[in-house]
């Protein structure tokens, strides 16, 4: 077997790059070209603002109704980086329904990518709908632009929400250009810490965490919520029982 | 209170206390411009190093930045202090502590001498005279301290680089993670941990990850020491429920709110110390905690206000992590500098400055001090300024640093560095990995007699197997 065959087979199980060339000891040429022009698009996926207009009408045509638009009190995408304290803060919320009682918020933020939002939102949110519904009434979906998570709080709590998921665009990386977050927060209000969340990253099907996957950790994550009275490190992810831990080392194939 | 006053020129400045004039003092960066603390413009800057060069360090223990009646790191820096040490320096100004320094890296005994002041200086004192040295400076000094640490490995050593490898995937995929193990393996990396940062939070998720990596290790006999960096409180869970943890992992911070932000106390991570160390899972030394920090951390959890609600910089925030570092004598801690995001350090200049002065600072404190040379994609930076902080680092004598397959972490996003750039600093320096290690890699026969990691067909190496099952 070949040095390429034998990576090969391997490049099947990740996008890291494995398995690189070598000129002497560094990176041969090919490897050094093709993460700069990766960096660069990186770079560019940044500063792209999310396509609202495209958004709206998936989350329509899935019938998931139209979202209620917030925007945070950044300008533009410069000030977006920064300033997190303004990205924090909405601009607006007086169009929002006041204290609906709903069991579950969803914000759908662009953080820093808003190709993630248009990428995998709309299809996480139809999976998020149908595994916690009818048992669990939604607030009206709200999109947040310009948005940290915690501006989710803001809006979690005017909403009057008892558990808030906000969907975030994740940094791009070099080899992923548009992955989501999802971090919940129980009883949402302004000032909650980062230790009163959950987060469940790397949602992009087909090679991060796949949307029906990451909506049966929110469900368990919700009902541990809800039986905790609180969301954060106290609340861990049981949706795989801990009962093989004291087992012997896991299969590889 | 202290009112700190100087003239430049026509020009004269005031400083209303000594958390201004430590902020003011500090060398650029976004984070104390958006903490609406750092020098209006370059002359204050200068004005206010000028000026912060003539406090005794004397001040530091009576005017304390951060209240100690509500933070609890603030106690513990001050329970800390060693005041008979502190005899050797207590007569110094800042300014006068850098020449010290400075003079002292000269002599034959200079390591000695700089780990007899190690408990006599407090972190604020530290951050302070970093304030006032160059790169070079924090360079030089940095260098002539000695600080090991061990578990199954010695890593600190004189002549000795030593690696994280870090095989993250973005859902855990034990294959990927293997993949990605085998090729840091091969280029002569893990040296100081196999650590994984998980996808999930989820305890089986965690456990799983462990026993991967732990099969490993006893399959092949590496010399290492395996992590899988989740909150303190699950590693404390899997710890009774048996799971083979060797270090337990926790990012901490310089305030007791940015603690509380991530979730822990000081008590919560003395808890896990001693519970990871009754494991005995260690060969060669004990030291059992792995602990991340960084600049901007703590203005992140909004903890950052000092005395008077002042914002304190987030420099001195960062070394006062050390303290709480220190009480745990970690085997690992690393800043990960250009993680945190172009808010709190814009460019490669930030970054690498930043670097430094983390380096710089741990080492005094007596930590045994690594960094994650990196930058995420909104930062204005890329590889020429991570080859710039790994060769100042290289320079510095750097513990370890963190490495990821082609410089790219697929789970987290952003660019660290390479297993290649490790090879190109320990060829520019004459350094090796840690000894037990570098005897195995030479065993496997992936090392040369000299110290280069051969170019072996991963196929037939010893370590084919674990391209199998993909």
């Known amino acids: 077997m070949s040095d390429d065959d034998f990576w090969a087979a391997l490049r099947r199980t990740t996008q890291s790059r494995i398995g690189l060339g070598r000129a002497g000891d560094t990176m041969a040429l090919g490897d050094v070209l093709a993460f700069r022009a990766a960096h660069a698009q990186a770079r560019d996926a940044v500063h792209v603002p999310v396509d609202i207009d495209a958004l709206v009408a998936d989350l329509e045509s899935r019938g998931l109704g139209t979202p209620l638009l917030v925007a945070s009190r950044v300008g533009d995408r410069g000030e977006y980086l920064r300033r997190p304290d303004l990205g924090r803060q909405p601009r607006e919320l007086d169009h929002l329904p006041r204290d609906t009682g709903a069991d579950i918020g969803i914000v759908l933020a662009d953080g820093l990518s808003g190709q993630a939002l248009t990428d995998h939102a709309p299809a996480l949110v139809a999976a998020l709908v149908e595994r916690l519904t009818p048992r669990y009434s939604l607030a009206p979906l709200v999109v947040a632009t310009n948005a940290r998570v915690a501006l989710g709080d803001h809006v979690g709590a005017h909403l009057g929400v008892e558990t808030l998921l906000v969907l975030v665009g994740e940094r791009p990386g070099l080899s992923v250009p548009s992955s989501l977050g999802i971090y919940l927060t129980h009883h949402p209000r302004p000032g909650r810490r980062d230790s009163e969340r959950n987060c469940i990253s790397n949602v992009h099907p087909p090679d991060g965490l796949d949307h029906d996957h990451a909506a049966r950790i929110v469900d368990a994550l919700v009902a541990g919520a809800r039986e905790l009275g609180e969301s954060g490190v106290r609340l861990k992810d049981t949706s795989r029982s801990l009962d093989a831990a004291a087992d012997g080392p896991v299969a590889l194939s | ?470």
């Open chain 2, 1 to 470: 209170m202290t009112v700190f006053r100087q003239t430049l020129g026509p020009t004269t400045y005031t400083f209303g206390h000594l958390v201004d004039l430590m902020a003011k003092a500090s060398p650029r960066r976004s984070g104390d411009e958006l903490a609406g603390c750092a020098a209006e413009t370059d002359a204050e800057r200068a004005a206010a190093q000028w000026a912060l060069a003539d406090v005794p360090l004397d001040l530091f223990l009576t005017e304390l930045l951060v209240p100690a009646e509500t933070d609890d790191v603030t106690r513990l820096v001050l329970e800390q202090h060693d005041a008979a040490a502190y005899r050797q320096i207590s007569h110094l100004t800042v300014g006068g502590l850098r020449d010290w320094l400075l003079d002292t890296v000269t002599r034959d005994d200079a390591a000695e001498r700089l780990a007899g002041i190690r408990w006599a200086l407090t972190p604020e004192m530290v951050a302070a005279v970093s304030k006032l040295m160059r790169n070079q400076d924090l360079v030089t000094v940095a260098r002539a301290v000695q600080v090991t640490t061990a578990f199954r490995t010695t890593v600190g050593l004189p002549g000795r680089l030593s690696t994280r490898l870090q095989p993250n995937h973005p859902t855990d995929d034990p294959r990927g993670i293997t993949a990605a193990t085998l090729d840091g393996l091969l280029l002569g990396a893990g040296d100081a941990v196999i650590g994984i940062n998980p996808a999930t939070d989820s305890p089986q998720a965690v456990s799983d990850l462990l026993h991967l990596l732990d099969d490993v290790r006893q399959r092949y006999e590496i010399p290492t020491q395996s992590c899988v960096l989740t909150h303190v409180t699950t590693s404390i869970g899997l710890i009774e429920a048996g799971a083979p943890v060797d270090l337990v992992f926790q990012s901490i911070a310089g305030t007791q709110g940015a603690n509380e932000g991530f979730g822990v106390t000081l008590e919560l991570l003395r808890e896990a110390n001693e519970a990871a160390r009754s494991l005995r899972r260690g060969t060669v030394g004990d030291n059992v905690m792995y602990l991340e920090t960084g600049q901007g951390s703590v203005l992140s959890a909004d903890a950052h206000l000092g005395t008077e609600g002042r914002p304190v910089d987030q420099q001195t925030l960062e070394a006062r992590a050390y303290a709480v570092a220190r009480d745990l004598d970690p085997f690992l801690i690393n800043t990960v500098v250009g993680f945190i995001g172009p808010e709190y350090l814009y460019d490669g200049k930030q970054v690498v400055r930043a670097g430094l002065e983390d380096h710089f600072c741990a080492k005094l404190l007596g930590l045994q001090m690594g960094a994650d040379v990196c930058y995420t994609n909104h930062t204005e930076a890329d590889q020429d300024d991570m080859d710039v902080l790994l060769t100042l680092l290289a320079a510095a004598r750097v513990g370890f640093v963190i490495c990821v397959p082609g410089a790219d972490d697929v789970m987290l996003g952003y660019q660290s560095l390479g297993f290649h750039d490790a090879l190109y600093a320990r060829d520019l320096f004459g350094t090796r990995p840690a000894p037990e290690f570098e005897e195995w890699l030479t065993r496997c026969g992936l090392m040369s007699e000299s110290g280069r990691v051969l170019p072996v067909d991963p196929s037939t190496s010893v370590l084919r197997t674990l391209g199998a099952g993909a």
